[in-house]
């Protein structure tokens, strides 16, 4: 009877999810993905460990679903520009200047070069779905012929972040609005668009 209990036992939802999630991000961005434990986020979060197995069976699982969550909408921005897109993907939450987002970056990116699992998922679940957003943008400005027909989209789209989390994690320079705009326009759109 216990087990048949424990089997139909009601799944984490909802708004206790979402506090799971912000709690697991929160730890990962005090912590690192090294240090941050299954315990730590079940006490911070007033549930068991069994809890969470049941609906997260590895860290690596908890951590990319939080990443995901931690995304403020999941509709692209559509502004009719490549520059308007660029800007309104990567400024503000869930974005490059978000101080949250770029702490929970910092330990990713320690994490990636680690533990196999948390790259592997990371990679597939959560790289993944931005390559597709990313594509979408990309393809969106080439339909507008804003892009010159040689350019390599592949290899132009991660420009921009990476540029951006270079000087923020190597350089020190904060992420700001201002800074992702320098780049879109001194380095992305130089390099995408035509030339007059």
Request: glycine share 6%; charged share 30%; hydrophobic share 45%.
């Amino acid at each position: 009877m216990n087990l048949a209990r424990a089997l139909h036992r009601p799944r984490i939802e909802g708004e206790r999810e979402q506090e799971i999630l912000e709690t697991a991000l929160a730890i990962l961005a005090e912590v690192g993905y090294d240090r941050m434990t299954m315990d730590a986020v079940a006490a911070r979060a007033k549930a068991s460990k069994a809890t969470l197995y049941r609906r997260w069976s590895s860290k690596a699982k908890l951590v990319i679903d939080a990443l995901h969550a931690n995304k403020s909408t999941t509709d692209l921005p559509d502004t009719g520009s490549l520059k308007g897109d660029l800007e309104a993907a990567f400024c503000g939450l869930g974005g490059l200047t978000d101080p949250q987002m770029l702490a929970t970056m910092s330990s990713v990116i320690t994490a990636i070069g680690r533990d196999e699992e948390f790259a592997g998922e990371f990679r597939e679940h959560f790289i993944g779905a931005k390559l597709e957003a990313s594509r979408t943008i990309w393809e969106r400005a080439r339909k507008r012929g804003e892009l010159r027909p040689d350019l390599d989209v592949d290899l132009l789209s991660h420009a921009l972040a990476g540029v951006v989390m270079h000087r923020a994690f190597m350089l020190g320079e904060p992420a700001t609005e201002d800074l992702i705009t320098r780049v879109i326009d001194q380095i992305i759109l130089p390099a995408a668009t035509h030339k007059d």
